[in-house]
């Protein structure tokens, strides 16, 4: 997996991707998620294939891997496991948002609720987190609690963004909320599960799951830094997409109060295309892109911190380089 940017395509090309430190265990992963996404009910199957086959990042088992082999960890097996049941917990929100969004459009393609409909969209969801809890339900207390937490935090993030859709009050601290409980939420745990299941003593778990903590918001940033300068093809949905729905992305957020036609877009029920291109031309020739990479590039260098805390080897240099990846897809 590796992060492909506009500015960065041609260092990509020539640089291996540091997840090629865990390919091996990612093909496991993958398989693993395959299988525990195939159900007796046919359509199941197919709904959470198309999901699953569309392609993502799987960069919350991919982090949970490579933290377990930068603390020391061997036998992957147990990580294979919680990091397969992760990305489903991932993939099962997915589908709920669609159903809350009315989301069409999913990586480029017309999304399982565009294809068929709220009621099997719903349950295919259901069954992926059940799929994902029959799987972490076998690990050790600790383990289940931390995964229970995320699953908690996922629903309150969501109905926190809900609250703040269209509002015009909504602050920073709103928009840092949102992001630990939708996005950092999983990072986090992905991170501090890693380093428990590798042996690593209590600092280093909590260090891992601070740095979970702060590549999952630096992830959401670049994302939402992503919807305003594209391209469509790499983010796989319409750019501007979440000023459409009223979104409270963190360059909306920033821009509300002195960008006036972005405001306008924000607070709209059902803006047009051209207020949305013009509050996108508004925010790239505003300061407000150079303010998000700005917070974002903060978000990483605390979390390339935390990874300086892991023993010396070619995994902890790849996850320096994995939070470098992240920040080069906005060129």
């Known amino acids: 997996m590796t992060f492909p940017s506009t500015g960065a395509a041609t260092r990509a090309a020539s640089t291996p991707s540091p997840l090629a430190l865990v390919s091996e265990e990612m093909t496991l992963v993958e398989k693993r998620i395959l299988e525990l996404s195939t159900s007796r009910e046919k359509k199941l199957t197919e709904i959470a294939g198309e999901l699953i086959s569309s392609g993502g990042k799987r960069v919350r088992p991919a982090l949970a891997l490579m933290v377990f082999r930068a603390a020391g960890g061997d036998d992957p097996v147990d990580v294979i496991d919680i990091g397969a049941a992760?990305?489903?917990?991932?993939?099962?929100?997915?589908l709920h948002?669609?159903?809350?969004?009315?989301?069409?459009?999913?990586?480029?393609?017309?999304?399982?609720?565009?294809r068929h409909g709220v009621g099997p969209t719903l349950v295919t969801?259901?069954?992926?987190?059940?799929?994902?809890?029959?799987?972490?339900?076998?690990?050790?207390?600790?383990v289940v609690g931390w995964a229970t937490d995320a699953c908690t935090q996922l629903c309150e993030g969501e109905v926190l963004q809900q609250r703040f859709q269209r509002n015009p009050e909504v602050t920073i601290d709103d928009y840092l909320q949102i992001a630990e409980a939708k996005t950092a939420s999983l990072f986090s745990q992905a991170a501090r599960i890693g380093a428990h299941l590798a042996g690593a003593p209590a600092g280093l778990v909590d260090a891992m799951y601070r740095l979970g903590y702060e590549i999952g918001i630096g992830f959401q940033m670049v994302?939402?830094?992503?919807?305003?300068?594209?391209?469509?093809?790499?983010?796989?949905?319409?750019?501007?997409s979440d000023i459409r729905e009223g979104s409270p992305a963190l360059p909306t957020v920033l821009g509300l109060r002195h960008l006036p036609v972005l405001r306008r877009a924000f607070l709209a029920r059902d803006p047009d295309t051209a207020l949305i291109d013009q509050a996108i031309a508004e925010l790239r020739h505003s300061d407000v892109l150079d303010e998000v990479r700005r917070i974002a590039t903060g978000r990483i260098q605390v979390a390339r911190r935390q990874i300086d805390l892991l023993p010396a080897s070619g995994y902890r240099e790849g996850l320096h380089q994995l939070s470098e990846m992240l920040l080069e897809r906005t060129g």
């Not at 992503?226 to 093809?233: A, M, S, T, Y």
Request: hydrophobic share 45%.
């Open 86 to 94: 992760l990305e489903l917990i991932h993939s099962a929100t997915l």
């Open 97 to 114: 948002d669609d159903i809350l969004d009315t989301g069409m459009t999913r990586r480029g393609r017309p999304s399982p609720l565009a």
């Open 125 to 142: 969801g259901d069954f992926l987190f059940s799929r994902a809890f029959g799987v972490a339900g076998r690990f050790d207390a600790m």
């Open 223 to 240: 994302d939402d830094l992503l919807d305003v300068v594209g391209p469509e093809q790499l983010i796989g949905k319409p750019v501007g």
